[in-house]
């Protein structure tokens, strides 16, 4: 490590020092929206930097702090955009290259696709990684881990090839050519190039149950830890999803990307934010609030998921992870960190009414999206039932007419005189969603 770039580390973390002594005005955030987090065997720790100060909060019962160590999962990808945009600038490949200039034929992937097509989702490829998961988790079979996953790549669609569709195979196959070009494993390649140089003491290449201060992983409320081995972050989620870490190592992470020129230069970063579709870069999401662009990368496995974004015109970041598969109120606290973030009041939303409300519950049908849901009652509380994506979402209360969806942030309104459908609201999209009679 250079002098130059030791100075920006320890300025970094003075930064830190001094930011934990300031006012945490997450305090009154965390009043409002803690008793959302009910989950007995959950909770959510966030992180946010605004103008240099940083600020950590805890909710729901769980005791995560920004200490704990968690599986950052698929926001692993940044991790390996870096590394292929670094071997990019080291002259070792082009974005232009072929994949089969690397890797040797493997079947239903088209050795024609491109760097760039892997690294923006647009190559078309076949997932090997997405609804067996769960099945893949639990199995701990010898077998499965030692297996190998590329060649299970099933078919290859052409259709949509240059088309946007987020895929783990692709950032399988960039793991593969890092690995080739460098002979060296792709754990080392995290450890030399990104962990070591940026100091993080709290960050691991994959996930072990060795690994001290790790977060309890829980699925469907249950204790997952006994099922925690290793090779199924090394050799199954991979160069897609492997590292743990923990929220202060991940500012750490995203402030030197962005504000250093320590992982990759200024004009490599600008590419790879401004490069790929409106909606991915070079392993990084794109997004805007209040007319401003954010950047970062979520993550879902079993047994976290984590959160963030970057803005680069104001520096502010806000981080957050939960140790289930899902975060709890993911949209509501989202908007409500971005509100904070740029001076806004956060969402002013109440229990629900249950007198005016209870005449909505029922089924319904999303027609556009040939969707069932389901507003259901229990114990005195409203709650938004998807069960085809696992989804049981609290509903608090916006206005006399409005309930808002804690999860994915649909508003549900009342229609003056019928009792049997609701206008649904999720951004910029809206409908009408009628109650079915289900046989």
């Known amino acids: 490590m250079t002098t130059l770039q030791s100075l920006t580390i320890l300025m970094i973390l003075f930064i830190q020092s001094f930011a934990f002594s300031q006012t945490n005005t997450l305090d009154k955030f965390s009043e409002k929206y803690d008793g959302l987090i009910e989950d007995k065997n959950t909770g959510i720790a966030i992180l946010i930097k605004k103008e240099n100060q940083i600020q950590t909060v805890s909710l729901g019962n769980s005791r995560l702090t920004e200490n704990s160590v968690f599986n950052i999962a698929s926001a692993t990808k940044t991790f390996t955009a870096i590394l292929v945009l670094q071997e990019l600038e080291k002259g070792n490949l082009k974005l232009t290259d072929s994949i089969g200039k690397f890797l040797n034929l493997i079947k239903n992937v088209p050795q024609s696709l491109t760097i760039e097509n892997l690294l923006i989702h647009e190559s078309g490829l076949d997932e090997v990684a997405g609804g067996n998961i769960e099945a893949i988790f639990y199995a701990q079979n010898d077998s499965i881990y030692n297996s190998h996953l590329l060649g299970q790549v099933e078919t290859y669609d052409k259709e949509n090839f240059g088309k946007f569709d987020y895929c783990n195979t692709n950032y399988f196959l960039l793991g593969r050519i890092l690995e080739t070009i460098t002979d060296r494993s792709y754990f080392d390649l995290l450890n030399e190039r990104i962990i070591q140089p940026l100091g993080l003491k709290n960050t691991y290449p994959y996930v072990s149950k060795r690994i001290p201060n790790l977060a309890t992983p829980y699925h469907n409320d249950k204790d997952v830890t006994s099922y925690l081995d290793y090779r199924f972050f090394t050799n199954i989620v991979n160069a897609a999803g492997s590292i743990a870490s ?62 963030n974004g970057y803005n680069p015109k104001t520096k502010n970041l ?25 001076d806004k009041e956060v969402d002013k939303l109440d229990a629900v009414d249950i007198s005016t409300f209870k005449k909505y519950t029922g089924t319904y049908l999303l027609k556009e999206a040939n969707l069932t849901l389901k507003i259901i009652e229990e114990e005195n509380k409203l709650y938004l039932v998807v069960d085809s994506q696992g989804i049981k979402s609290a509903l608090m209360q916006k206005n006399d007419s409005t309930l808002f969806d804690t999860t994915v942030g649909a508003m549900l309104s009342i229609i003056e005189g019928d009792h049997s459908s609701l206008t649904f609201q999720q951004n910029d999209f809206i409908t009408t969603i009628s109650k079915v009679v289900l046989e």
Do not use: C, W
């Open 246 to 307: 923990t929220l202060l190592d991940m500012e750490v992470f995203y402030t030197s990307l962005f504000e250093t020129e320590i992982l990759l230069k200024k004009e490599t970063v600008e590419m790879m934010i401004q490069s790929g579709n409106e909606t991915y870069g070079y392993g990084i999401f794109k997004s805007t609030y209040d007319n401003q662009n954010y950047y970062g990368h979520g993550g879902n496995n079993i047994g976290y998921a984590f959160r």
């Open 318 to 342: 806000y981080l957050m992870f939960t140790n289930s598969e899902r975060v709890p109120s993911e949209k509501l606290i989202t908007n409500n960190l971005l509100a904070l973030l740029h």
